[in-house]
């Protein structure tokens, strides 16, 4: 038998905890001591029994010390329930145009190329295409499993400046589901600045129950600072009028802020001040992807820190939630461990050129491409298969947080270090500082 990969000492050596389960064990200094030895060791349980005396049957029975085989098959059961490679979400980018220049747009950085190339919009017959080629990759997933989830997203640039197109699609995303081709429980998302939003397609948007994730990143000064016009004019007024005119239909809105060293200090009294404007639900604020903006050196500690003071502050005052933080609370007290936040596998991104890829961001990356829509096969995607999981990475199964952590976006990691396999520093560094803040590490 072995020490556990996910054995970790605290506490100057007076608890043992199992990154796994998150269950603590205190013991003497003396015992975790030899624990620490036999790091590496394969021992008989005569010479754990002599070793650790009464402790030896607990450290068993709490999985501090494993069959080495057993826990094997575990990592691997894990990383194939969280990999299992099936496609649930259609990313379409409706235009590369945008009316907006946002300074850290990933669009920017050097792993993407549609801001570079001839800015073009989406047509209907791609549209069209891409949606039956998602409901061929659907077709056979089961959605009776527990929480399953699809999902179409509306993407750009700026998607509103092809409401056109929007429009079309839904009404064919309708006839699909009525003729049984895709999930009717498929949710429809757009992501927009909301800044071209009018009467109509508030309405449209209401009426098609579409979810309309607006970003926004704070008050006048801080929002304007970052998300302004190629004439470098600010949107903040523009934006919420428009979050207004689609709030005046009743349509969902969730406020999508990204997190930066302007707006971190603020983010919990700017949700209050919003809920206070315009009546939302939920939220959700991001961390910047890895190396699409200069930050502070201190940048995801911070982030998080701020992340959960809003989150607990208007949890409390205004009974709001964040989608990320939200969840990520709820792994510290049950028995799940975190799904992969990076959504490559489980979705295809298709370009107005009616190229194919698994992820808008990563769209210079030839592993990324999954070239025509015609072409693209269940089968062919598992075996492009290039996103691994943290329970792959040799750094993250020695990691204390590999629990609560989602493992990171592949981009982070490609931008910061040039490999789609290894860690993405900011949301790294977040995860393992709120770990230790809520752990009191
Ligand atoms: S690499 Fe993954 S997490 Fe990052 S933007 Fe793409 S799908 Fe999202
Ligand atoms: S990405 Fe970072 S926080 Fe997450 S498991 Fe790996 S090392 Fe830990």
Same mark, same amino acid.
């Given at each position: ?23 603590? &064990?205190?013991?003497?200094? +003396?015992? #975790? %001591?030899?624990?620490? =030895?036999?790091?590496? *060791?394969?021992?008989?349980? !005569? ?118 197109? &929007?429009?079309?699609?839904? +009404?064919? #995303? %309708?006839?699909?589901? =009525?003729?049984?081709? *895709?999930?009717?429980?498929? !949710? ?123 989150? +607990? ?129």
């Amino acid at each position: 038998m072995k020490l556990s990969k996910f054995a970790h000492s605290l506490n100057n050596k007076k608890m043992l905890i199992n990154a796994l389960t998150l269950k603590k &064990i205190l013991l003497h200094e +003396e015992v #975790i %001591n030899n624990f620490e =030895k036999i790091k590496g *060791l394969d021992l008989s349980n !005569n010479e754990l029994q002599s070793i650790f005396g009464e402790y030896a049957d607990i450290l068993i029975k709490e999985g501090f010390i494993v069959e080495e085989e057993v826990e094997n098959n575990k990592i691997n059961s894990i990383i194939e329930y969280l990999e299992k490679p099936q496609i649930q979400s259609l990313y379409l980018i409706v235009t590369t145009n945008c009316n907006l220049n946002c300074n850290y747009c990933f669009y920017k950085a050097d792993a993407s190329q549609s801001l570079c190339g001839v800015n073009k919009d989406m047509s209907i017959s791609t549209a069209i295409k891409a949606l039956y080629t998602f409901s061929k990759l659907t077709m056979n997933n089961n959605v009776n499993q527990e929480s399953y989830w699809q999902q179409i997203t509306f993407y750009g640039g700026e998607p509103l400046i092809n409401k056109h197109l &929007i429009y079309k699609a839904v +009404e064919h #995303i %309708n006839e699909l589901k =009525k003729e049984g081709f *895709l999930w009717s429980g498929s !949710n429809i998302v757009i992501n927009t600045n909301a800044i071209l939003v009018n009467d109509d397609f508030a309405k449209f948007a209401k009426e098609e129950n579409i979810e309309v994730q607006i970003s926004i990143d704070g008050y006048e000064n801080i929002h304007d600072k970052n998300r302004y016009t190629k004439d470098g004019k600010g949107s903040f007024k523009d934006v919420i009028k428009g979050i207004k005119t689609f709030l005046k239909y009743g349509a969902k809105v969730v406020p999508m802020i990204t997190v930066t060293d302007d707006n971190m200090e603020q983010l919990d009294e700017f949700v209050d001040w919003l809920k206070s404007e315009i009546n939302f639900g939920d939220y959700g604020m991001n961390i910047l992807i890895s190396s699409t903006a200069e930050t502070n050196n201190n940048y995801p500690e911070n982030a998080a820190e701020n992340m959960l003071k809003c989150h +607990e502050f208007n949890l409390q005052k205004n009974g709001i939630c964040d989608y990320c933080i939200g969840d990520l609370m709820e792994l510290f007290n049950n028995d799940a461990i975190a799904k992969e936040n990076c959504g490559i596998s489980r979705k295809i991104t298709v370009f107005p050129n009616e190229k194919a890829y698994f992820c808008q961001a990563l769209e210079k990356v030839k592993d990324n491409e999954l070239g025509s829509l015609d072409d693209i096969t269940i089968d062919g995607i598992k075996q492009r298969k290039f996103k691994i999981t943290r329970f792959e990475r040799e750094e993250c199964l020695n990691c204390i947080a590999i629990k609560i952590c989602g493992g990171g976006c592949v981009a982070g990691s490609y931008n910061s270090n040039n490999t789609l396999k290894g860690i993405d520093p900011n949301y790294c560094r977040a995860i393992k500082h709120i770990f230790d803040k809520y752990m009191k590490l």
